[in-house]
């Protein structure tokens, strides 16, 4: 401890917001935990696809261009959501998004808020989708948040030949509303860093082998399955 009653040691971990990635390949959500080894510190990806609930800040969503170079950390030029996009910094860059979440206790660990950016075309579409609802809704819940779930994935397939691809576009619901969390605090674009890429047991920074092409998350979202409103007891959720 020093005069300032604050450690002024480096941090063995370095100082930065972490993260949770929707893997558009193959449809699944991962959160991203920094664990110490033999080496220093790694990436460890945890599938949380089945248990994904989170509080999203779509209050404080950031657009506008993002390059995830292979090998180094990620490049953001962002502006608050309304804002006019900022100059596009080079070719490698493309539109994406950013935004805070907080994690419920089935899925956190034992940090919950994360950061989570993206700039595929399936994950943008999804968040689009849910987003248009949120802005329809949230003046019914003043102070409150939406809380997300992930119900399905939908194989979106493009090119042909030796350039077709599928990527797996998102469908979220919003399970219930609650206030924002005393943690869940904005952070300006230019103070947060986000860590390099994730390294995977296979080293190659792709997603986890599931057995197949894709395993979709189970499909929460059956006729006569109410969706809860207000805050639902979600609250507890979050605490």
């Known amino acids: 401890m ?3 009653g604050f450690s002024t040691e480096p941090s063995a971990g370095g100082d930065f917001t972490p993260i949770i990635k929707y893997d558009a390949r193959a449809g699944r959500v991962f959160r991203v ?44 030029a962002l502006v608050p959501m309304g804002n006019q996009l900022p100059a596009r910094p080079s070719a490698k860059h493309k539109n994406g998004i950013r935004m805070l979440v907080k994690l419920s206790k089935g899925c956190g660990g034992d940090k919950p808020v ?31 948040l939406p809380v997300l779930s992930l119900v399905s994935t939908t194989p979106i397939v493009s090119g042909s030949g030796a350039t077709k691809s599928t ?44 057995g197949s092409n894709t395993v979709p998350p189970p499909n929460n979202f059956r006729p006569g399955n109410p969706v809860p409103q207000g805050n639902a007891n979600l609250d507890d959720d979050f605490g």
């Open 33 to 76: 935990d920094r664990e110490q080894t033999t080496d220093g510190f790694a990436n460890n990806p945890v599938d949380i696809t089945a248990t994904f609930k989170a509080v999203v800040d779509f209050e404080n969503i950031e657009v506008g261009w993002i390059d995830f170079p292979v090998g180094s950390a990620p490049s953001f």
């Open 114 to 144: 994360r950061e989570i950016a993206g700039t595929s075309k399936a994950f943008l579409g999804g968040v689009e989708q849910v987003y248009a609802e949120y802005a329809r809704e949230k003046a019914k819940y003043p102070g409150q």
């Open 167 to 210: 990527n797996y576009r998102p469908t979220f619901r919003i399970d219930g509303w609650a206030k924002r969390p005393d943690d869940l605090i904005p952070n300006p674009s230019d103070q947060t860093v986000t860590p390099g890429p994730v390294q995977h047991a296979n080293g190659n920074g792709a997603a986890p082998s599931t």
């Open 2 to 4: 020093s005069v300032f």
